[in-house]
């Protein structure tokens, strides 16, 4: 018999479920300025070219071999590929594919990847609904901010204690955006969401398994199809979020519930959204970026004798790994990183290929190389000395790394990042191609368009 | 940056997901005795009538309508309807069509509906698969016995903590069920099972509305999904369930591990399922039992002057609505359930309609229900007495209700419910076609027929 106490309870929440349906389905189309204008443009480029650069990989394989048992019918696009599923599913395959290099936005305060979730489930839908691009950035600027802004209010208690905080807010923020896609009441988007509350996707023992980038996937799928059910009429909670009983107070201890409704509608969540330089954990960013600029400098790796590196006693925790074998191991490992750094100035996801990580040159500049613990050092911090043959030494300090809220890639640096990904699946002139799409996103009539020629030819 | 702190963690668990993987791949078909083999009919064809009998309910028409939209193919029949839909899509309509009512199975000790989830995802999966009846049996057992048994490894925290537990063990239930119906293997099956180990579903907050029939649904949807794409090397980790940041730890401060592993392929959870003979909430069923048994024993409504109703605490603490407005309210309206009781002698769904919660008739004798609070009296049992108009007093103990474990609903009872839900939907003749082909589940070559029978003429 069922017994009603609660482990503990804030009855007093606002009404969080009703502020953010209100917010979705009346806020003012571009009604943010400039700035985050253009980092709704810069988020879904670099998202979109996560997405193809993995296209091919053994996960969207698999995936979508899973997915055809359904025989699905040719809805929407999967990216890089030839193949069209129903919508659901293409948010998921284009979900997991965008997720499967780590390699995507990170909302730094929460480490929420946020486009996974939310692009994916609104590209998807955008093809059945033959939405603008001017509603796909109001879509994704909203959805995003729903995810980060809960993702704030439970980070990181929330995290802490086991969740894949992506996937876990990734399913509610891709209900809003659907919802706002759909042109939902409020009423139907509150119960988009309360849907979507019950569905919170993804435990962090999944990372270094396909199942880490299935979470942004099913949010992505699970959010849609929460938004298509309150369009039929669907019901839910109307308190399905704040409740004691649910999503949030369920799932976290930490409730703050101001993160989610201060300056509501005037300060945007993607403002803070960052993009990888490099494809590895971010703590390794400092270091790579250090031997980077060593080799910019003209450091060449036949000239050094050793590398003395000095780091926050937490980078060597995480990715302390001396002698990676394969490209996952070498993720872990700054070792590596560093030596990729210098060697060819870059760190994406070929650098962590695994004859790269296993190449006898580059394990010997590898092994040149020395950390120090040095906790008078910020961990987003690294301090490189390179001392060359002929005596002389050259010396890095890298406060802010490149991808850092403070240093942030350049428009430029995502567009040779985006070249990087895709042109080795869908051709360097369709990537040409879709970087121009993706900076005019807002003028798109129709997101077909982009979605068509993301599958390549 | 990440920080990784563990609010609680327990790093010494059994491998629960290797062991459970195992199990479900390896255990002989039909390794049980007669009593759970016949206990797993029961429990199959109890679902099958809820399913039916809600399949025109609105929850069922929204779910469907959104379902349209992704356009699916004709695979996998919806109970009670003419349309067909994918089988994951099919697995989702027949979880929330099974649990409208609120009136299918209950294991009692941990409140899990086992069968929503599980036997949604199977029949399912079936129809393509082509499985026969005993494969299907095997399949309900063993996923039946996965859900319950890391519910009774979380309950009660994981449930007051906020989850319906049985959308969140229902996902790793449906997905081990599903496995098994694949016949994957063991390392196969242990990814299936971790992939589902990411999605539980399910907040309580839901109740009253229709997301909470959606998460059975939900879960089997994903627990199909999971083992699906485990078929098509999708991996996840080996220690999803028990690992400290798993799926058990993440949701439950009780992880109570031996609750899975002892007795493991000897006691089937199947056993402890019940079934329920009126269409509310289980507190109210001795009342209504003893009720039941007034009228037949020949107590007439019109003599009736007043019902002496004494029950434990807990009972008007949770049902103790005076005067419900209709039938939702009165599903939580001991007095409502004590008047349809003696009226009818029976309290199904029908019984439980706006236009009887308001009969004029029933609300006459309704107000002559008199229930006080006596808490030697237990909270599974009520005591009844009927003062007549002639004077006469006929009293009724109800120590165990029917559909209780101590008082089971019998075979014939089952079949009674089975009428009721299914004859207005799919006619008489063919509810008694299905209540055949149900008790010889065990010699059905293809499970295809009953799909094909169950979708009315």
Not at 75 to 94: F, P
Not at 165 to 191: N, P
Not at 365 to 384: F, G, M, P, Q
């Amino acid at each position: 018999m069922a017994i009603n106490t609660q482990v503990k309870a804030d009855h007093n929440a606002p009404a969080i479920t009703q502020i953010l349906a209100n917010y979705i389905s009346s806020h003012p189309s571009k009604g943010w300025d400039d700035s985050v204008e253009h980092e709704a443009h810069r988020t879904f480029l670099n998202w979109l070219g996560c997405a193809i650069g993995a296209a091919t990989h053994e996960s969207v394989d698999a995936a979508l071999h899973a997915i055809q048992e359904l025989d699905p019918t040719q809805q929407a696009s999967i990216l890089g590929r030839k193949e069209k599923v129903d919508m659901c599913s293409a948010a998921l395959i284009n979900g997991i594919s965008s997720h499967t290099f780590d390699f995507d936005d990170t909302h730094l305060k929460t480490i929420i990847h946020p486009a996974g979730p939310v692009a994916s489930a609104i590209l998807a839908l955008s093809e059945k609904t033959k939405s603008s691009g001017r509603e796909m950035i109001d879509a994704l600027v909203i959805g995003i901010d729903v995810a980060c802004r809960i993702g704030n209010c439970m980070y990181p208690d929330h995290y802490d204690r086991g969740w894949h905080i992506t996937g876990s807010t990734g399913t509610v923020g891709a209900a809003a955006a659907c919802s706002r896609l759909l042109k939902l009441d409020k009423e139907k988007t509150a119960m988009a969401i309360g849907i979507a509350a019950s569905q919170p996707v993804g435990m962090r023992e999944q990372f270094g398994t396909m199942t880490k980038p299935f979470h942004p996937g099913g949010a992505a799928s699970a959010g849609l199809r929460s938004a298509l059910l309150a369009k039929h009429g669907f019901t839910a909670s109307a308190k399905a979020l704040e409740a004691p009983r649910g999503m949030i107070q369920t799932i976290s201890t930490k409730c703050d519930w101001s993160e989610i409704t201060d300056e509501l509608g005037q300060r945007f969540e993607i403002s803070f959204n960052a993009y990888k330089p490099f494809a590895c954990g971010i703590v390794i960013h400092p270091s790579i970026d250090a031997c980077a600029q060593l080799k910019a400098k003209g450091v060449k790796p036949e000239d050094v004798q050793k590398i003395e590196l000095r780091v926050h006693s937490l980078v060597l925790e995480l990715t302390g790994k001396k002698t990676p074998a394969d490209g996952l191991q070498a993720k872990f490992s700054v070792y590596h990183g560093c030596a990729a750094g210098l060697m060819y100035g870059k760190a994406g996801e070929e650098e962590f290929l695994d004859h790269v990580v296993t190449d006898p040159k580059l394990i010997e500049l590898r092994d040149k190389v020395n950390a120090t613990v040095d906790d008078s050092i910020h961990e987003a911090s690294a301090d490189v000395t390179a001392f060359l043959k002929n005596g002389e030494q050259v010396h890095i300090f890298v406060k802010h790394a490149i991808g850092s809220l403070e240093n942030p890639m350049t428009d430029k640096n995502l567009e040779e990042k985006f070249h990087n990904l895709s042109d080795p699946i869908v051709s360097k002139e369709t990537a040409d191609q879709l970087i121009k799409l993706c900076w005019d996103l807002a003028k798109q009539d129709n997101m077909s368009k982009i979605c068509q020629v993301a599958q390549g030819k």
